[in-house]
């Protein structure tokens, strides 16, 4: 930290820069790729001046607000500039709402930040990984759309070199998978057999294929000595995670476990 810093003006600022680098690239004329990892909504939560008490709940919701406007002022730069009928905007999260932050004053207002989900932030269950993904691209993806596909934020690298025509090397983006033809609406039923890893905060692993998320039996990671017993969801019929099938299931269960041994082994599933 720079004599100076404030951490209620580092949002501002990146917004700042991002936005004059709109403006720089867009007078070469060549195609650019900007990789703007917003510093909010997180710890430390500190609101800018122009934003605290805006959303009459909290700070944390202030910081919400701000994170809506660092997002408007890129899509406006872009607009500015001629640049979005031709620009891939994506906006994504990377994990679910923590439980140590925000929280109580989110759900006195009628706000679930996580939904009906299970868990929050670290957990093993959706509440910690289903996340907002949200792309625009003028003429190619249609407004409004949305898509079953499983995907993963890893995705984002073999769709970039599939937009540009690169080919990936064997050895970079071990799980990363090409979803541009999801985003253009030409994926139906493509990669039901594509699945995800999940990994908790505390070392619990899980493997999500179609329908069924499967959490292995495991040492726990944090009770020395313990097992944890394996839990298998239907999520496509219960999407917070209330009803453990494993026993009802477990052919299925043994074949998600065998995958997920599968990609330990060979340390990639693409």
Partial sequence: MLPGWKFEDVLGKL???????????????????????????????????????????????????????????????????????????????????????????????????????????????????????????PGKIRPAGTSPELICLNDTMSTCASIVGATLPFDAAEDSFDILPDLLGRAANRRTQRAVVHHSGSGVFAVRRGPWKLIPEQASPDKPGLVRPGELYNLAEDISETRNVIGQEPAVARELAALLEKYRWEGRSR
């Fill in 15 to 137: 917004t700042e820069k991002a936005v004059a680098q709109i403006g720089l690239r867009a007078q070469s004329k060549q195609p650019f790729f900007l990789y703007f990892p917003l510093t909010t909504p997180h710890e430390p939560i500190r609101p800018s001046e122009r934003f605290q008490g805006k959303s009459g709940i909290g700070v944390w919701a202030d910081l919400m607000l701000e994170t809506d406007w660092a997002v408007g002022e890129v899509l406006a730069a872009l607009d500015r500039h001629k640049l979005s009928e031709n620009t891939l905007v994506i906006f994504a999260g990377d994990n679910g709402h923590t439980a140590y932050a925000g929280l109580k004053e989110l759900l006195a207002s009628g706000h679930k930040p996580c939904g009906v989900l299970r868990g929050y932030k670290a957990d093993i269950y959706e509440g910690g990984h289903r996340v907002p993904f949200l792309a625009r691209w």
